[in-house]
């Protein structure tokens, strides 16, 4: 059983830059892949990234590529996100999301699921 908290949403003007948190909780933490998705009103909910368990593999959206960072602390038992250069269009509630299999980015691969942080990027 893993518990996620997120944590760093706000308000930020085009351009700015924000770091997510997800904190877990649980004894298996640093087996699982971990993701961040996010959904932004009227729209379904997308992939942003993910890393894998020992951070040896990782895999972004285009639409982030070269201005989001996924990182994780096992030690902590927390991921990060680091969204640099952001876009209104960035606009979304982001989730932070754990996965037994590895390499998944597909929503439904992933158990577990925090409640959300949202962000909101002013033009």
């Known amino acids: 059983q893993v518990q996620l908290v997120e944590s760093g949403g706000g308000l930020v003007q085009a351009g700015g830059s924000l770091r997510l948190s997800c904190a877990a909780s649980?004894?298996?933490?640093?087996?699982?892949?971990m993701g961040w998705f996010r959904q932004a009103p009227g729209k379904e909910r997308e992939f942003v990234t993910a890393?894998?368990?020992?951070?040896?593999?990782?895999n972004y959206a285009d639409s982030v590529k070269g201005r989001f960072t996924i990182s994780r602390d096992n030690a902590k038992k927390t991921v990060f996100l680091q969204m640099n250069s952001l876009k209104p269009e960035d606009t979304a509630v982001y989730y932070c999301?754990?996965?037994?299999?590895?390499?998944?980015?597909?929503?439904?691969?992933?158990?577990?699921w925090g409640q959300g942080t949202q962000v909101t990027v002013s033009s």
């Open positions: 649980g004894r298996t933490f640093n087996t699982y892949t």
């Open positions: 999301a754990a996965a037994r299999s590895s390499r998944s980015w597909r929503s439904y691969e992933y158990e577990y």
């Open positions: 890393i894998s368990w020992n951070s040896a593999w990782t």
